[in-house]
């Protein structure tokens, strides 16, 4: 079965250190790959996206994330974190090779302490 | 800009009740979804719908019915309510059914039933 993996479910990190949110699925068909965000009391957002082109995708707020397809995976990066980035991180595949389908991770809690 | 707006905001209901939670959307986009959210398994695909007049099932479409009779409004219906169905529901849209269009999400309704 389809499935996105995270591979953190909390992660607590100190101002100005980098992360790295791990993100693998599991789907043989061609893939476009997001990050969504919900800060506390928000709606979900959209970090970034990938579907084609560079596999390197730029996004809102600093974040980043690679594709690497021979992995499978889709982690997030930012060099630097802020207290602001407290929040959850969804990582997400849509595809519609054998049907339409969207499968989010189970999330990432990050807190990040001032 | 309302964007998406869902309501009730929250609801408590017995076991056996039905109950349909709204999603109303004002950006004119073609595609809409609905998400549950539960711990530790992210969000998963209820029911969406390409387009006014259509709809289709997702990942856990199981207890739940949808209907599209025009371009802004989404209902999720629950005919007979059970206590696994306790959860926070998502409504989303995206301009149209590509897989790599964004998806915009409301502020989520928290269903608890008894």
């Known amino acids: 079965a389809q499935s996105v993996s995270q591979h953190n479910h909390h992660v607590i990190l100190s101002e100005a250190a980098s992360l790295e949110l791990g993100c693998n699925y599991s789907?043989?068909?061609?893939?476009?790959l997001f990050w969504y965000v919900q800060y506390p009391g928000q709606h979900l957002q959209l970090l970034l996206k990938?579907?084609?082109?560079?596999?390197l995708v730029k996004g809102i707020k600093g974040f980043e994330a690679e594709f690497i397809k021979s992995k499978f995976s889709f982690n997030l990066r930012k060099p630097s974190v802020q207290w602001s980035d407290t929040a959850e991180y969804f990582c997400?595949?849509?595809?519609?090779?054998?049907?339409?389908?969207?499968?989010f991770g189970a999330g990432t809690r990050l807190f990040v302490k001032a | 800009i309302a964007g998406i707006t869902q309501a009730p905001t929250s609801q408590i209901l017995a076991a056996g009740r039905r109950m349909t939670l709204r999603c109303t959307q004002d950006?004119?986009?073609?595609?809409m979804y609905w998400y549950r959210q539960d711990l530790g398994l992210g969000l998963r695909l209820i029911h969406y719908s390409n387009t006014a007049g259509t709809t289709g099932k997702g990942e856990v479409p199981d207890g739940y019915s949808v209907s599209r009779a025009n371009t802004d409004d989404f209902p999720l219906t629950l005919a007979s309510a059970v206590p696994s169905q306790t959860s926070v529901y998502f409504c989303?849209?995206?301009?149209?059914?590509?897989?790599?269009?964004?998806?915009?999400f409301g502020p989520g309704t928290r269903l608890t039933v008894l």
């Open positions: 997400a595949v849509i595809s519609y090779t054998g049907g339409f389908k969207t499968i």
């Open positions: 950006m004119r986009h073609n595609a």
């Open positions: 789907y043989g068909g061609t893939v476009n």
């Open positions: 990938y579907f084609s082109g560079d596999p």
């Open positions: 989303a849209s995206s301009d149209s059914h590509g897989a790599g269009d964004t998806q915009y």
